[in-house]
């Protein structure tokens, strides 16, 4: 297809995702260039157009992981037999598809997540993805619970413990709304299995620019706070119902809200704040709660495929 039929089809095609950027039916051509896909090359609605369910997670280890697993568990097969093909054609992220699922990498941070997120909603535009649902599933400091929670978030806040995510936009500071689907988060909660040995709660979650300093620790290389101050800010945090902290759930609320896409954000506890800093799990525990949001996600996967 040529980039003026590309265009056509992209506007006709009646996606239920429409980026708020009028600029973008001005534009021939668009290049995802951090995930190396672009409009007139890639068959974005033939590649993607099935994708009902877009999860992303820090690390590109877990998220292939992740798809191998939601592949076995959902029978879903792969692209290429057994073998998984990493669909970004940069180093930049990874990407996974299987059946109606594609597991991202996003990094760390919002600054990463951001980059992202801007470049997967516009796929899911382009290949024309219907209720779609963006997920991010994680990592995460607890506050008050068992290391091995999980977290589903109920509001997104920011180190104020505001429903807003900031970002600077042409020198300004703008402030955007936080939105997470409460369908999602309900669906999300019953999925767990209630014979599990751990826990699946729901909280706010707060979302930093930093692991150190910016979650209160005093155990990074610069700390002009002490730990009285760090005490009272996470009390004032628990007081404020944020049960985990993270980096990247503001920035991804506020984006699938402005472009109305279903967004909900599940984390794994791997330490209690309110009772240190350092993050000293065994690898075999670390394996074991990292999944725990994957086996989740793939019971929430289940449930929803039942209903179509
Ligand atoms: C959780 O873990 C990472 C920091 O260790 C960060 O990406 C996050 O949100
Ligand atoms: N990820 C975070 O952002 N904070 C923690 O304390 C643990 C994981």
Same mark, same amino acid.
């Given at each position: 297809?040529?980039?003026?039929?590309?265009?056509?089809?992209?506007?006709?095609?009646?996606?239920?995702?429409?980026?708020?950027?009028?600029?973008?039916?001005?534009?021939?051509?668009?290049?995802?260039?951090?995930?190396? *896909?672009?409009?007139?090359?890639?068959? #974005?609605?033939?590649?993607?157009?099935?994708?009902?369910?877009?999860?992303?997670?820090?690390?590109?280890?877990?998220?292939?992981?992740?798809?191998?697993?939601?592949? +076995?568990?959902?029978?879903?097969?792969?692209?290429?037999?057994?073998?998984?093909?990493?669909?970004?054609?940069?180093?930049?992220?990874?990407?996974? =598809?299987?059946?109606?699922?594609?597991?991202?990498?996003?990094?760390?941070?919002?600054? $990463?997540?951001?980059? &992202? #997120?801007?470049?997967?909603?516009?796929?899911?535009?382009?290949?024309?993805? =219907?209720?779609?649902?963006? /997920?991010?599933?994680?990592?995460? !400091? !607890? *506050?008050?619970? =068992?290391?091995?929670?999980?977290?589903?978030?109920?509001?997104?806040? @920011? +180190?104020?413990?505001?429903?807003?995510?900031?970002?600077?936009?042409? !020198?300004?500071?703008? $402030?955007?709304?936080?939105?997470?689907? =409460?369908?999602? %988060?309900?669906? #999300?909660?019953? %999925?767990?299995?209630?014979?599990?040995?751990?826990?699946?709660?729901?909280? @706010?979650?707060?979302?930093? $620019?930093?692991?150190? +300093?910016?979650?209160?620790?005093?155990?990074?290389?610069?700390? +002009?706070?002490?730990?009285?101050?760090? /005490?009272?800010?996470?009390?004032?945090?628990?007081?404020?119902?944020?049960?985990?902290?993270?980096?990247?759930?503001?920035? *991804?609320?506020?984006?699938?809200?402005?472009?109305?896409?279903?967004? %909900?954000?599940?984390?794994?506890?791997? *330490?209690?704040?309110? &009772?240190?800093?350092?993050?000293?799990?065994?690898?075999?525990?670390?394996?074991?709660?990292?999944?725990?949001?994957?086996?989740?996600?793939?019971?929430?996967? /289940?449930?929803? &495929?039942?209903?179509?």
């Amino acid at each position: 297809m040529d980039g003026t039929t590309e265009k056509k089809a992209r506007l006709d095609n009646g996606s239920s995702v429409r980026p708020p950027n009028p600029y973008l039916e001005k534009q021939d051509v668009d290049v995802l260039f951090h995930i190396g *896909l672009a409009t007139d090359k890639d068959q #974005l609605p033939a590649r993607f157009g099935d994708v009902k369910f877009v999860c992303m997670g820090g690390s590109t280890t877990r998220m292939k992981r992740f798809a191998e697993f939601i592949s +076995e568990r959902l029978g879903f097969g792969t692209q290429n037999g057994t073998v998984l093909t990493d669909l970004c054609s940069t180093d930049r992220y990874c990407m996974y =598809k299987v059946g109606c699922v594609l597991s991202v990498s996003h990094g760390m941070g919002m600054p $990463s997540i951001s980059i &992202l #997120l801007h470049e997967l909603i516009k796929l899911v535009h382009y290949a024309g993805c =219907k209720d779609v649902v963006f /997920i991010r599933m994680g990592t995460c !400091g !607890g *506050l008050g619970l =068992k290391p091995g929670t999980v977290v589903v978030t109920d509001t997104a806040v @920011n +180190e104020m413990f505001e429903p807003a995510y900031k970002v600077p936009i042409l !020198g300004k500071i703008v $402030s955007r709304p936080t939105q997470l689907s =409460k369908e999602v %988060a309900t669906e #999300l909660l019953a %999925a767990h299995d209630s014979n599990a040995d751990y826990d699946v709660t729901t909280g @706010n979650t707060m979302s930093t $620019s930093d692991f150190y +300093e910016g979650q209160a620790r005093i155990d990074g290389a610069i700390c +002009e706070h002490t730990l009285e101050d760090k /005490i009272a800010y996470l009390q004032a945090a628990y007081e404020a119902g944020v049960r985990n902290i993270e980096m990247e759930g503001t920035c *991804l609320a506020a984006m699938c809200g402005a472009a109305k896409i279903k967004g %909900a954000v599940v984390c794994v506890t791997l *330490l209690d704040r309110l &009772l240190g800093d350092q993050v000293t799990m065994t690898p075999e525990q670390h394996q074991e709660w990292e999944h725990r949001p994957q086996e989740l996600l793939a019971r929430f996967f /289940i449930n929803q &495929l039942r209903k179509e």
